[in-house]
C-alpha cells in the first residue's frame, strides 16, 4: 500500500504540490488525472524519492520512506516498474538487452532462466521474434511495449506509470491501454498511471483522482468522477471533450 500524506513540493517560489493526500490500496489501479505542469511527474518522482517534498510524508509497504537510509530505499524500490514518458530504452542495446538488463544486474537468474523471463514479458505484452532488433527498428508503440515488458520484468509489486499513451494515435492508445489492464488483471500489482488523457484513464481505473491546483480536487471511482457534481471535474472532462470531439461522457449542461 501506498499512502501520500499532506505532502508539499515548491520549485523556485512556485508551490506545485501543496498538501497532496492520496492512498492506493493493493491490487488497485489508481489514475492521477491533472493538467499538464499540475505535478503529476512530479508526484511520481516523490514516490520513488528521486526528490524529497518540503512538507509531509509518504508510506510504503508500512515504512516512511522519507526516514529510510539509502539501502533500504532501493530495496523499496525494486519493488517498482515504471514507464516512463519516452519509453527511456537505451538506444545501443537490442530488446533482449533492454529488457534484461535489470535481470542480469540485479537477480542471479541463469542466461536460460533469464532467456525464459524475457521471453515471459514480450509475451505479456504482444511482441515476439523482436529480440535482437534496435529500439530505433521499432515503431513508437512497439516501443512502449518494450518499456511495459522491463517494468514487470523483475515481479514488481508497483507499477508506476507516467503518460503511457501520449504521442500515440487512438488505435495504438486503446491498444496500450489494454496492454496495461491485462498486466494489472494477470500480475496482481498496484499501479498509478499518470495521465492527461482520460480515454486511456477510464479503461485502465480502479480509482481516479484529479490534481488540480496543488491538491487532489476529487477521487473516486469511474461512475464518480463521470456522475459528480465537482464543477473542476466537470470542467476537466468538458474540456477534454471538446477537444477530441468526443460525447463518451454525458453532461448535462
Ligand atoms: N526538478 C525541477 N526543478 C524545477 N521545477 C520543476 C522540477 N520538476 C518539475 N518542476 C516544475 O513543476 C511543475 C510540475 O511539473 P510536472 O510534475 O512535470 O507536471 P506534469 O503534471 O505535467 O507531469 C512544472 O511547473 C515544472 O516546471
Ligand atoms: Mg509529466
Given at each position: 500500500?501506498?499512502i501520500?500524506?499532506n505532502?508539499?513540493?515548491?520549485?523556485?517560489?512556485?508551490?506545485?504540490l501543496?498538501?497532496?493526500?492520496l492512498?492506493?490500496?493493493d491490487?488497485?489501479?489508481?489514475v492521477?488525472?491533472?493538467k499538464?505542469?499540475?505535478g503529476?511527474s512530479?508526484?511520481?518522482?516523490?514516490?520513488?524519492?528521486?526528490?524529497?517534498?518540503d512538507?509531509g510524508r509518504?508510506?510504503?509497504?508500512?515504512?516512511?520512506?522519507?526516514?529510510?537510509?539509502?539501502?533500504e530505499m532501493?530495496?523499496?524500490?525494486?519493488?517498482?516498474?515504471?514507464l516512463?514518458?519516452?519509453?527511456?530504452?537505451?538506444?545501443?542495446?537490442?530488446?533482449f538487452?533492454?529488457v534484461?538488463?535489470a535481470?542480469?544486474?540485479?537477480?542471479?537468474?541463469?542466461?536460460?532462466e533469464?532467456?525464459?523471463?524475457?521471453?515471459?514479458?514480450?509475451?505479456?505484452?504482444?511482441?515476439?521474434?523482436v529480440?535482437?532488433?534496435?529500439?530505433?527498428?521499432?515503431?513508437?508503440?512497439?516501443?512502449?511495449?518494450?518499456?511495459?515488458?522491463?517494468?514487470?520484468?523483475?515481479?514488481?509489486?508497483?507499477?508506476?506509470?507516467?503518460?503511457p499513451?501520449?504521442?500515440?494515435d487512438?488505435?495504438?492508445t486503446?491498444?496500450?491501454?489494454q496492454?496495461?489492464?491485462?498486466?494489472?488483471?494477470e500480475?496482481?500489482?498496484?499501479?498509478?498511471?499518470?495521465t492527461h488523457?482520460?480515454?486511456?484513464?477510464?479503461?485502465?481505473?480502479?480509482?481516479?483522482?484529479?490534481?488540480h491546483?496543488?491538491?487532489?480536487?476529487?477521487?473516486?471511482?469511474?461512475?464518480q468522477?463521470?456522475?459528480?457534481?465537482?464543477?473542476?471535474?466537470?470542467?476537466?472532462?468538458r474540456?477534454?471533450?471538446?477537444k477530441?470531439?468526443l460525447?463518451?461522457?454525458?453532461?448535462?449542461?
Open positions: 500500500m501506498i501520500v500524506e505532502i508539499w513540493k515548491n520549485f523556485n517560489d512556485k508551490q506545485v501543496a498538501g497532496v493526500d492512498k492506493i490500496n491490487g488497485e489501479t489508481m492521477v488525472l491533472g499538464s505542469g499540475v503529476k512530479v508526484l511520481l518522482r516523490l514516490i520513488l524519492r528521486l526528490m524529497d517534498p512538507r509518504i508510506t510504503i509497504d508500512n515504512k516512511i520512506i522519507g526516514t529510510l537510509q539509502r539501502r532501493n530495496t523499496i524500490r525494486l519493488r517498482f516498474g515504471m516512463f514518458q519516452s519509453a527511456a530504452l537505451f538506444d545501443s542495446m537490442n530488446i538487452d533492454n534484461s538488463i535481470l542480469r544486474t540485479l537477480t542471479k537468474l541463469t542466461e536460460i533469464i532467456r525464459e523471463k524475457v521471453d515471459y514479458c514480450l509475451n505479456m505484452v504482444g511482441l515476439q521474434g529480440e535482437k532488433l534496435f529500439p530505433a527498428e521499432l515503431s513508437g508503440g512497439m516501443r512502449k511495449r518494450v518499456g511495459l515488458a522491463r517494468a514487470v520484468a523483475m515481479d514488481p509489486a508497483y507499477l508506476l506509470y507516467d503518460e499513451t501520449t504521442g500515440l487512438p488505435v495504438m486503446e491498444s496500450i491501454a496492454i496495461i489492464r491485462k498486466l494489472q488483471r500480475l496482481n500489482v498496484s499501479s498509478i498511471v499518470v488523457d482520460l480515454q486511456t484513464a477510464f479503461t485502465v481505473a480502479d480509482r481516479m483522482a484529479l490534481l491546483e496543488g491538491q487532489i480536487q476529487f477521487q473516486g471511482t469511474v461512475d468522477i463521470r456522475n459528480t457534481d465537482d464543477i473542476i471535474v466537470r470542467e476537466f472532462i474540456g477534454y471533450s471538446r477530441h470531439n460525447e463518451m461522457h454525458q453532461i448535462d449542461d
